[in-house]
Structures are given as structure tokens and as C-alpha cells.
């Protein structure tokens, strides 16, 4: 059965970040993270809250259960990975997400301001053998 301080490992491994920088980003030291980890003490309340904020999954990092509407220990990387860069690149990201991810799985209210590359190429799909 995994432990508190394994899903904060696996977490932090997922970061890519050291444990220094990691416990940095959430107020703890090196040792208070090494501690957390190796669970020879549990996290305490203002670092779990800091995780939440960031977008971790505090219920999976207790009970080892997803909350159906939390994000994935992989999202919530990508979400603090994302909100490290300038919005330059965070463009860039989300130019690039939209390349990838079909239009029919926009959902949400707007959807339909949605745009992408695809919206503005023509179509060059051919029907019945004859070109459009």
C-alpha cells in the first residue's frame, strides 16, 4: 500500500524538481521534504494547502483516492509547469494543445470562441475522388 510520503514522491518526481526545490516551492526545507517522503513525519496543514493551491489533489495525497473532479498528479504538474512560464509561452502551449486535441472535445461555454489553425486552412479533403 502506498504511503502519504510515496505519493508526494511520486508527485514531486513528476515535477521533475529536486527535493529542495520541491519543499522550496511549498514552504518546507530539503529535510522537512526528505521527512514528508520518507514519512517519518506527516505534512503539515500550510504545506498541504500550498500543494492544493498549486492544483494537487490533497485527498490523493492523504488517502491515495482521485477525487473524480481533482487533477491527476501528471495535470497538476503541468498546471504548476504552465504557470511558471511567461504568457508568451503559455500561448505556445495552448496553440499547441488546440493542434492535438479534436474540436469535438471542446466543451465547456466557450467553445464555440474556440479557434485553431484548422478553423482558418482550407479544406482539402477529397469526396466522390474529386477534390473541393
Not at 504511503?3 to 522550496?24: E, H, M, P, Y
Not at 489533489?57 to 491515495?64: A, S
Not at 461555454?109 to 484548422?118: P, V
Request: charged fraction near 25%; proline fraction near 4%.
Amino acid at each position: 500500500m502506498a504511503t502519504i510520503g510515496a505519493r508526494l514522491k511520486k508527485i514531486r518526481d513528476i515535477t521533475g524538481l529536486s527535493q529542495a526545490d520541491f519543499g522550496a516551492l511549498f514552504g518546507v526545507s530539503r529535510s522537512t521534504q526528505v521527512n514528508y517522503e520518507g514519512d517519518k513525519r506527516p505534512p503539515d496543514s500550510n504545506y498541504l494547502a500550498a500543494l492544493h493551491e498549486a492544483g494537487h489533489d490533497i485527498t490523493y495525497i492523504v488517502t491515495g483516492q482521485l477525487q473524480s473532479d481533482a487533477l491527476s498528479a501528471e495535470e497538476a504538474a503541468l498546471v504548476h509547469m504552465f504557470r511558471q512560464v511567461d504568457s508568451e509561452r503559455q500561448a505556445v502551449v495552448m496553440a499547441t494543445l488546440r493542434l492535438m486535441v479534436p474540436r469535438t472535445s471542446h466543451i465547456g461555454k466557450d467553445a464555440a470562441e474556440l479557434t485553431t489553425i484548422h478553423d482558418r486552412a482550407p479544406d482539402f479533403r477529397v469526396e466522390d475522388g474529386q477534390p473541393d
